[in-house]
């Protein structure tokens, strides 16, 4: 008989989801494959037991590989509305499923759409898209039947290592396509659609709450008020977020598990208080059963305030089953409760085996509820204060603050590894932090602004004092993470850990923890420690003894970045991509994770090729999180903003800037030689009117390097011109190169015939937005390549390029495959 058959058909489950989302199996298959292992169960069970004892974990695993490929490998039916993406634009009409998403940079709304307006009849649709922009105006809200003519794309990922898979995140929440809109203007309110009243009217109460925590608080406090209490964020700043982020609170900020528990032990013990006040109804009744039954009601109600999200749902259905447990004697039953807490959501919500906030919230518990109880008995036997009977009231409170840093500290040593895969950053002083954050918040805060929520339908003026008293703990624990944000070494940077680095770390808190009651534990550390050992080393000689030039070329849309790792670990990256609305982060979000992903700390040289919002954008974040020995540049000024919040982040780093052009001389890095090829010098564009005319020179301008090893070489042309490449030539500079970054992103400016027969590529890499606007690359410049015989790569259709030269022949590797 298996010990705790639940927990085992929950990995079995879990292993399922997993597999299924990466391949994609025919449901009708899953089915029949499904029905059989259960028709081979039912016999086996009478005639063959022990083959019944296993037969249900392979069952749940099929299940779950057929439940998670219902969202996330989606076949759209013939109607839906994704089968319109991709073309031209469209008139459409639907509602809004679900209230706006407002934040500081962007707004986004989610549609149910109904129907599609052509020049001659009005078409049937069905489907659920998400519609972004920039800040837009008030005035949409949930059940609102809207129209706008809007092109529609499929959610694709930019298919680098390390990055964000945006297409399976938008899958879980079964929306397959997105469009995008500038204004408010572009989208029209024609009245109210097809809803459900009750939710309606929950709308209308957030509305309510929100106009109370707005008149009666101040900017920021506002902002994380509304977080706590409705569920969103966008009103709380970068720089909040950053502080709550480095003082390892960040969590506080978001509904989860930790504010609905918080919250249900509040509740819990305010009925459980109130029923101890009668005697006789002390005897009468279990005071905890009634207690667990009413403190579910308020913690639904909660939900229904917060917006009903699916992290919110999560953390109800986690701690609702808790009580459950209490209620049918089974609250000892602890691991089991968590396992069935954890089943019930990934039946209902499968893809939440991929959030992070899902992953936090079972680990911490898990962690939490293991090592606690063992520790204790540790301290026990050892005689500690924190396990000992306390003998008077100050060792009492001693006791008390001792068991809350314990287990502070096993959630924090649960969830590391977890924070370091999504986040890449810990936080030294997280768990004094959160000794203070997390009552602050979740202690005061949470309950006021939920009495506040109930006030605000009973006499809104007292609903307005309850805000403005839980803006006082809001603003404290401000100033206090703002404070500990300035304590050194406040928040480490760290690379991003591997599954099998990720899985060692729990091995070691299991043996850990069971050291003294055991005897395999010893034999499992010792196991451990050399496999840590030999991952460290592996990863040291990979980053610091490799003999090869490597050049990784991102996917980072419309832009350009690239990696260069010359031999035995110097690393130089050129360009940092990013969007000219600098709506989007490349650096924080593409080029950072990367580098993390292959276990990168420091940058030796920084190159920016020209300073054009495409790629500088992202460079603004690797120069404030690396540590950068140089800077590479041309003498030209930028015309956007990003460019001298650049230079202003290199300054205060202190960062050293070498201003080169072609007659800077060449250098030679661990055997590769790199060659200054343009712009020629004393030439920037500075002083000019024409914006057209400026943006032509900066980009002849760029900065044009020449790296070989042995018999091959790599062409880096920036986003040089004809004009551009034409100097280069007149130049009687060696031009012949085995790889070209294609120049301009292969607009058909660049690339002309006389400089191709200069360089004659063996290879040509495009750096290119996926069906960008601009329509990159040209087909006449494609045909030059294919004319040379160049194999071409693109990021928009290979997604990351890494080549890698050892002096004599190329190695080529693609995120979407390889080519040879």
């Not at 490929?69 to 013939?78: E, Q, T, W, Y």
């Not at 062409?715 to 970054?741: H, M, P, Q, W, Y």
Request: charged share 20%; glycine share 8%; with cysteine.
């Amino acid at each position: 008989m298996i010990a705790r058959p639940l927990i085992s058909l929950l990995f079995s489950y879990i292993a399922g989801l997993i597999l299924g989302s990466y391949f994609d199996f025919p449901a009708r298959w899953l089915l029949i494959i499904s029905a059989l292992l259960l028709t081979a169960y039912l016999i086996s069970i009478i005639r063959h037991q022990k083959l019944a004892s296993y037969l249900p974990f392979l069952l749940f695993l099929i299940l779950g590989v057929l439940f998670i490929g219902r969202n996330l490998h989606f076949r759209p039916p013939p109607g839906h509305i994704v089968s319109y993406a991709g073309g031209r634009r469209i008139n459409i009409e639907g509602t809004l499923y679900q209230s706006p998403e407002l934040s500081q940079k962007k707004t986004r709304v989610y549609l149910e759409v109904e129907r599609i307006y052509t020049d001659n009849e009005v078409v049937p649709t069905y489907g659920r898209i998400m519609i972004s922009g920039k800040q837009w105006e008030g005035g949409l809200g949930y059940g609102d039947r809207v129209r706008t003519i809007i092109r529609l794309r499929r959610p694709r990922n930019f298919y680098n290592p390390g990055g964000f898979n945006y297409e399976r995140y938008l899958a879980s929440r079964r929306i397959y396509a997105t469009g995008y809109l500038k204004s408010s203007r572009e989208i029209a309110r024609m009245g109210e659609g097809t809803f459900c009243p009750f939710v309606k009217l929950i709308e209308r109460l957030r509305a309510r709450i929100r106009e109370v925590i707005e008149s009666s608080s101040e900017y920021p406090e506002r902002g994380i008020m509304k977080a706590l209490i409705l569920g969103e964020r966008g009103e709380i700043s970068e720089d909040v977020r950053e502080s709550f982020i480095i003082a390892g609170v960040a969590h506080i900020l978001a509904i989860s598990g930790l504010h609905v528990g918080i919250l249900a032990l509040v509740i819990f013990w305010l009925f459980r208080s109130m029923l101890r006040v009668s005697e006789r109804i002390t005897l009468a009744i279990n005071i905890f059963k009634v207690a667990s039954v009413l403190t579910i009601f308020p913690l639904a109600i909660y939900t229904l305030i917060a917006g009903a999200r699916v992290s919110t749902v999560r953390a109800l259905i986690m701690v609702v089953t808790y009580l459950v447990a209490i209620i049918i004697d089974r609250e000892e039953e602890i691991f089991n409760t968590l396992a069935l807490a954890a089943f019930i959501i990934l039946v209902v919500f499968p893809a939440s085996v991929f959030d992070i906030s899902f992953q936090l919230s079972f680990i911490s518990v898990w962690a939490i509820i293991y090592i606690v109880p063992r520790a204790r008995e540790f301290f026990k036997q050892e005689n500690i204060l924190l396990a000992s009977e306390p003998s008077s009231p100050l060792r009492k409170f001693m006791s008390r603050v001792g068991v809350f840093i314990l287990v502070s500290l096993s959630a924090i040593i649960g969830t590391a590894p977890l924070v370091a895969y999504y986040f890449n950053r810990l936080s030294i002083w997280g768990i004094f932090a959160n000794l203070v954050i997390v009552p602050l918040i979740g202690l005061l805060s949470v309950p006021l602004c939920l009495l506040a929520g109930l006030f605000v339908f009973i006499q809104q003026s007292v609903a307005g004092f309850l805000f403005y008293l839980a803006s006082f703990p809001v603003d404290l624990a401000i100033r206090l993470v703002e404070l500990i944000g300035d304590f050194p070494f406040a928040s480490l940077r760290v690379t991003t850990p591997r599954p099998g680095e990720i899985c060692l770390w729990y091995l070691l808190i299991v043996s850990l923890i069971n050291l003294k009651r055991l005897r395999w534990p010893r034999y499992v550390i010792c196991l451990l420690l050399l496999a840590g050992v030999g991952n460290f080393g592996y990863w040291y000689w990979v980053n610091n003894y490799n003999s090869k030039l490597k050049v990784s070329f991102l996917s980072v849309g419309q832009g350009d970045t690239a990696l260069v790792e010359f031999p035995r670990g110097v690393k130089m990256l050129i360009d940092g991509g990013g969007f000219y609305d600098e709506s989007f982060d490349t650096g924080g979000l593409i080029v950072a994770p990367f580098l993390w992903w292959k276990k990168i700390k420091k940058i030796d040289y920084l190159v920016m090729s020209h300073p054009q919002i495409d790629h500088i954008g992202g460079l603004k974040f690797i120069a404030r999180n690396f540590p950068v020995k140089e800077l590479w540049m041309n003498a030209d000024e930028g015309e956007c903003p990003a460019y001298w919040n650049f230079l202003k982040i290199i300054d205060e780093k202190g960062i050293r800037k070498r201003l080169l052009s072609s007659k800077s001389p060449d250098q030679t890095i661990n055997g590769v030689k790199v060659e200054f090829l343009g712009p020629p010098p004393g030439r920037a564009s500075l002083g000019l009117k024409s914006k057209r005319k400026g943006s032509f020179e900066l980009n002849n301008n760029s900065l044009v390097l020449r790296l070989s090893l042995g018999d091959l070489s790599f062409l880096f042309s920036g986003d040089i011109l004809s004009e551009g490449e034409n100097e280069l030539c007149r130049s009687g500079r060696e031009l012949a190169s085995t790889v070209i970054k294609v120049p301009h992103h292969g607009s058909k400016s660049s690339s002309s015939h006389r400089f191709l027969k200069k360089v004659k590529p063996e290879v040509a890499v495009i750096s290119a937005g996926y069906k960008n606007v601009f329509g990159f690359p040209h087909e006449k410049v494609l045909k030059r390549y294919e004319e040379l015989g160049a194999r071409v790569y693109r990021t928009d259709q290979d997604g990351a390029i890494e080549i890698k030269n050892d002096g004599k022949k190329l190695e080529i590797k693609t995120y979407l495959g390889d080519r040879q």
